[in-house]
């Protein structure tokens, strides 16, 4: 699998974007106690994706905790997941926000 934390990846969406679109998909469509983290490249069954660590972020929590992770395309900058994969993602961000709060 390709990994890169490089700042000019083969993408034509920039790291920022794709991390403002992970932003605003969390806070729109999952939760919102939840920020994006640093995207880094992954080549997935989907191509090559930008994936955006989703971190809970609640006052009861002192530093921004990992929570799950979204690929966002890194040729179209559409959040890349299907409606059971997004369920998923609710469960695990669900879950973490469970564990952190015992």
């Not at 999952?30 to 983290?37: E, K, S, V």
């Not at 997941?81 to 879950?95: K, P, V």
């Amino acid at each position: 699998m390709y990994q890169s934390k490089t700042q000019n990846p083969p993408s034509k969406i920039p790291r920022e974007v794709a991390q403002a679109t992970a932003a605003t998909f969390a806070a729109q469509q999952l939760a919102d106690i939840l920020q994006a983290g640093t995207p880094y490249l992954v080549t997935t069954g989907n191509g090559l994706c930008w994936r955006v660590p989703l971190l809970l972020s609640h006052p009861a929590l002192f530093t921004p905790t990992p929570a799950a992770t979204l690929d966002i395309n890194a040729q179209t900058g559409q959040p890349v997941l299907t409606a059971e994969q997004q369920h998923t993602l609710m469960l695990q961000i669900y879950q973490a926000f469970r564990q952190v709060l015992r």
